[in-house]
């Protein structure tokens, strides 16, 4: 006798809501299409939330878990976006109320405890009987998990040791893999145990699916713009996978339900709900510009060099996307003007080391530059503006008034995503310390209630 198995999958939402009821009208309709006799899983591979959202931000990923719970999942995954962009009590607390399991299996409690809310991996068993081995594995942040009070264990070297253990008990393995499309070719060829590896991270597709050995590659891509159906044959007398299949239904081609622009507004309104308490008042209005200083660019950096102790600061001007109007401003306020899932950081340089960076930062492409991930989440990377870093048009650089000396050892307060390599090569090897859980309107926000409290004194 041979059975279907159906595998729906999604990865890398990021809180694109306005693809999530196609999705789920899409998943609901195929599910009772199928009958209740049918075995079928429904899993998504992380990063479903994206504090960039009002609503994920209002309800801090919990609103998330309700449209998962709503949409009738069965087991997800963690994603960077899930795992480090919370703090250490958020995430703890984030899958409370969830009707799903989470899985992860290289993810434990820094003192090596799995925490209550994690199962490292699961056997699910089908109605027929079929019993599928579920795995899975985060990406490797390990600096940014242990500054939250987590702990990632090396994933490849982590999974071959749960998938050596859970093969012979199951009849399927599938690996929840958010580690990326590289990962997870040497996930195909070093563990040849998994029948399934559904992806993300790397937003990567396959319109059918990828086959690396004895291992069917599936994913979905990004921001919700796929839904992922994996069936797998199975022959009940020989206990083993006859086929494997993947293909994708774009969202766009699904029929969209009458009420999706209803379901969007009260989201939104109750991300608005949320975030309407005042953060401070502001003394005067701080107009944004994307390619010169401006007032909210000076706000900003001695904002940022106040919080970090640091002897200057380097920031991208795209990063405002509004004005902070005169008067209160609201926890909105502050999420429309810096939405980034961005956190401080301060990096030790030489001042031969400091010149680098700034001789890199006048790459004239870079102000119109559209930059898409690290988390930012503006348009234009904009200018690269200084706070007590100066540049006199006779090329003498001054740090704090003073010329800047080339042996001499410096902290520069900066964005994270500065040190994952892409524009400024050099920093990221270079010795730095990560700001965590605060983000960068939480320092905007530390700062204008600090001179607030100044003022009033």
């Known amino acids: 006798m041979r059975e279907t198995i159906y595998i729906f999958h999604t990865n890398d939402l990021h809180s694109h809501l306005e693809n999530w009821p196609a999705i789920q009208q899409f998943l609901s309709d195929t599910r009772k299409n199928l009958g209740d006799k049918a075995s079928y899983l429904t899993l998504d591979i992380g990063d479903h939330l994206d504090r960039s959202n009002i609503y994920t931000e209002g309800t801090l990923g919990k609103g998330n878990v309700h449209l998962l719970n709503d949409a009738k999942y069965d087991y997800v995954t963690i994603g960077n976006n899930e795992g480090i962009t ?3 009590e958020e995430l703890e607390t984030l899958y409370i109320d969830a009707n ?27 109605p027929t009987g079929i019993r599928i081995g579920i795995v899975a ?18 994933p490849i070297t982590r999974l071959k040791e749960v998938c050596n253990t859970l093969r012979p008990q199951v009849d399927v393995l599938i690996c929840m893999s958010h580690l990326g499309k590289s990962l997870d070719e040497i996930l195909s060829l070093e563990i040849p145990q998994i029948d399934v590896i559904l992806g993300s991270h790397t937003h990567h597709t396959f319109e059918k699916g990828k086959v690396i050995g004895n291992t069917l590659q599936a994913a979905t891509g990004k921001f919700g713009m796929n839904v992922g159906l994996v069936t797998l044959e199975f022959d009940h007398v020989a206990k083993v996978i006859q086929s494997k299949k993947a293909v994708l239904f774009p969202t766009e081609a699904l029929p969209v339900p009458l009420y999706s622009n209803d379901l969007q507004t009260a989201w939104e309104n109750e991300g608005i709900a949320e975030m309407s308490n005042i953060a401070f008042y502001n003394s005067f209005l701080l107009k944004k510009d994307w390619f010169k200083e401006s007032d909210l660019s000076r706000f900003f950096g001695k904002a940022l060099l106040a919080f970090t102790k640091a002897d200057c600061a380097m920031f991208p001007a795209g990063i405002f996307l509004k004005d902070l109007q005169q008067g209160p401003i609201t926890a909105r306020d502050l999420h429309q003007c810096l939405p980034h899932p961005i956190n401080p950081c301060v990096i030790t340089l030489t001042g ?30 904009g200018v690269i503006l200084y706070e007590q870093l100066i540049e006199l048009e006779s090329g003498i650089v001054l740090v704090n008034e003073s010329p800047i000396e080339l042996e001499k050892v410096y902290t520069l307060a900066t964005l994270d995503m500065f040190t994952f390599g892409y524009f400024y090569p050099s920093l990221k090897f270079a010795p730095k310390q990560y700001f965590m859980p605060e983000m960068i ?13 100044e003022y009033e004194s």
Not at 102 to 121: A, K, M, Q, R
Not at 139 to 154: M, P, S, T
Not at 365 to 377: A, D, H, I, S, Y
Not at 442 to 453: C, M, N
């Open 86 to 88: 919370l703090s250490h």
């Open 100 to 126: 799903f399991e989470v899985i992860v299996s290289n993810f434990t409690e820094l003192g090596g405890n799995i925490p209550s809310w994690v199962l490292p991996h699961k056997i699910h068993v089908t």
């Open 352 to 381: 031969a080391e400091l010149l680098e960076v700034i001789r890199t930062g006048k790459n004239e492409k870079w102000p119109t530059l559209e930059v898409k991930g690290l988390g930012f989440r503006g348009k234009y990377l």
């Open 137 to 154: 594995a985060t990406a490797d942040y390990g600096i940014y998990y242990e500054k939250l009070g987590w702990q990632i264990q090396e």
């Open 441 to 453: 309107r939480d320092i905007v926000k530390w700062y204008g209630q600090l001179e607030k409290s």
